[in-house]
């Protein structure tokens, strides 16, 4: 019984550590014993179709060391079983954005620098198609909140690892100073984290680089398959026994969220972009049931650009 997840320690150079990365394969292995006297199928429980493709979920702001969200918060490994796409849930990162800092944060004297981006887009890959069997090209990446820019971006410098690329309440214009402004206050509340040591001062390039409104035209001109959920805040059923402080806190992040959203929907049109599904609902707000909603929504979509 149970699901086949793994609880996989890969190392990091980038990093000097080891990351935890949970992990389920594409396919249950199931090998029953030929019949007697039958010849045994060469292709039998091998899958030799070449290496599986797989979704890569990144995790919020509040990422904790044990589990991601996503497993903690949803049944995503449940969607995936035996959907023919492997599934990658790395462990940790809380507040880093997924990305590359400059350096170490100074505030909680973390005593290494996040390389993120490295990690998931040169060390992990390696890593698994070497040992699990994983496609190095045409996987998907999916991110919420925190993470939703960050997959925009995995898929704007790394197209060939990530043709599809999903964000679900992300902040699409991270460099935009009211945004700036909110991600210092949001980092230094979940983790003490000091936003200077990531992408540098306000007027750093970085934040450029990594803001996926700047970097509309080299999404699209990637064609990469993108799905952009956000939703305005307000309760719908989803919301029944929500802690009334969150709601505040959840209700005004979203709809800070929706406008870069929106801004980012213009700009992608603008530049000629025709390969997303842009989903603004009436009502809803920054917490999980809407991104497992939506998750679930996405995943045929996802299936299918992932082996096209």
Avoid at 196 to 205: I, L, Q, S, T, V
Avoid at 254 to 275: H, I, P, T, V, W
Wanted: charged share 15%; aromatic share 12%; glycine share 8%.
């Amino acid at each position: 019984g149970g699901l086949p997840v793994e609880y996989l320690d890969v190392y990091s150079t980038a990093m000097g550590r080891n990351i935890r990365v949970q992990f389920q394969p594409g396919h249950t292995p199931a090998t029953p014993a030929p019949e007697e006297g039958a010849p045994a199928d060469p292709s039998h429980g091998t899958g030799a179709v070449g290496p599986t493709k797989a979704v890569y979920l990144l995790d919020g702001m509040r990422a904790r060391d044990d589990y991601n969200g996503w497993d903690i918060e949803t049944q995503a490994f449940e969607w995936f079983l035996d959907s023919g796409v492997a599934t990658v849930m790395p462990v940790g990162g809380q507040s880093s954005f997924y990305t590359d800092w400059y350096s170490p944060s100074s505030f909680n004297n973390q005593p290494y620098t996040y390389k993120w981006e490295t990690f998931l887009t040169n060390e992990l890959p390696l890593w698994l198609a070497k040992n699990k069997q994983i496609s190095m090209s045409d996987n998907a990446v999916v991110g919420l909140s925190m993470s939703g820019s960050s997959a925009l971006i995995l898929s704007a410098y790394h197209p060939n690892q990530f043709s599809y690329a999903a964000s679900l309440s992300g902040f699409l214009n991270p460099s935009a100073l009211f945004m700036q402004q909110a991600i210092r206050v949001a980092m230094l509340d979940a983790g003490g984290y000091n936003v200077d040591n990531m992408w540098g001062a306000p007027w750093d390039g970085a934040w450029k680089r990594n803001d996926p409104l700047k970097q509309v035209s080299r999404i699209v001109a990637n064609g990469t398959r993108l799905w952009i959920y956000c939703a305005p805040g307000g309760q719908t059923p989803l919301d029944v026994n929500a802690d009334p402080n969150q709601e505040f806190n959840a209700n005004s992040l979203e709809s800070m969220a929706l406008k870069s959203n929106k801004d980012f929907q213009a700009a992608y049109q603008a530049a000629g972009g025709n390969n997303a599904t842009f989903i603004f609902p009436p009502a809803g707000n920054h917490s999980w049931p809407y991104w497992a909603q939506q998750l679930q929504a996405l995943k045929p979509d996802l299936i299918a650009t992932v082996n096209r």
